[in-house]
């Protein structure tokens, strides 16, 4: 059964403070992305990842940085963090076919700043 | 500009009926599209998709129809029944490896009993 864990359902953190999100994925795929969903928004692209070490920017890159170092791992970095960035977050893995582009998603992680 | 429109935020129905959710898109090169379902607190999960060289897929209580010349796609559930209520996302993709998923705003559903 495919697996997409993310490291934290919920959390809290101050403003200013430098947030890591984890995300893993089992099923060995090669593509990797992080969303953010906000009500009324829908789900935003903030960096997708095609390989190990390769990164692409998102529609709303800017805040976050993207570390992909082992093929399963990829974390997002809110070098410092602010209000606005309290959401949803959601990892999403997929494998690159030609018959769409199938995401798995893991169970997304509310953060809260303050 | 939103390449993928979701123009009804809410929909609501009875149990038993039939729910149509409704999605437009612009781009003329997305070639693939699926239907997510999500619940609050939990990730959205695959629930149908269509290639466009098809204009139906059926899966059980779930249809998708393809209308390419109106750039216009529809999900149908026949019947509704209250766990269908979630927040549904239509997404759309152009046909090349590793290409993002292009997602609408979403509808609430809500199938009261």
């Known amino acids: 059964d495919v697996k997409v864990t993310q490291s934290s359902r919920y959390l809290v953190k101050r403003t200013g403070e430098k947030v890591f999100l984890e995300c893993v994925q089992d099923?060995?795929?090669?593509?990797m992305f992080w969303y953010r969903q906000d009500p009324g928004l829908g789900l935003r692209l903030i960096y997708f990842?095609?390989?190990?070490?390769?990164?692409e920017k998102g529609d709303i890159p800017e805040g976050y940085s993207v570390s992909r170092e082992k093929k399963e791992r990829f974390s997002l970095i809110l070098e410092s963090a602010s209000t606005n960035q309290t959401s949803m977050y959601l990892c999403?893995?997929?494998?690159?076919?030609?018959?769409?582009?199938?995401?798995?998603f893991g169970p997304g992680t509310r953060l809260t700043v303050t | 500009d939103q390449q993928v429109k979701q123009n009804s935020p809410s929909l609501s129905v009875q149990e038993g009926r039939i729910s149509i959710l409704n999605c437009d898109y612009t781009?003329?090169?997305?070639?693939?599209f699926l239907w997510y379902k999500k619940y609050p607190a939990e990730g959205p999960t695959f629930l149908i998709s269509?290639?466009?060289?098809?204009d139906k897929n059926e899966d059980g209580r779930f249809t998708v129809f393809l209308n390419k010349s109106a750039k216009h796609l529809s999900l149908h559930i026949v019947p509704s029944q209250p766990g269908d209520s979630a927040v549904y996302f239509c997404?759309?993709?152009?046909?090349?490896?590793?290409?993002?998923?292009?997602f609408g705003k979403g509808t609430t559903l809500s199938v009261s009993s």
């Open positions: 099923m060995d795929h090669e593509n």
């Open positions: 990842s095609y390989d190990v070490k390769m990164k």
């Open positions: 781009n003329s090169m997305f070639d693939y």
């Open positions: 999403a893995s997929s494998y690159p076919t030609s018959g769409g582009h199938k995401q798995y």
């Open positions: 269509i290639s466009s060289i098809k």
């Open positions: 997404a759309a993709s152009a046909n090349q490896a590793g290409t993002a998923l292009i």
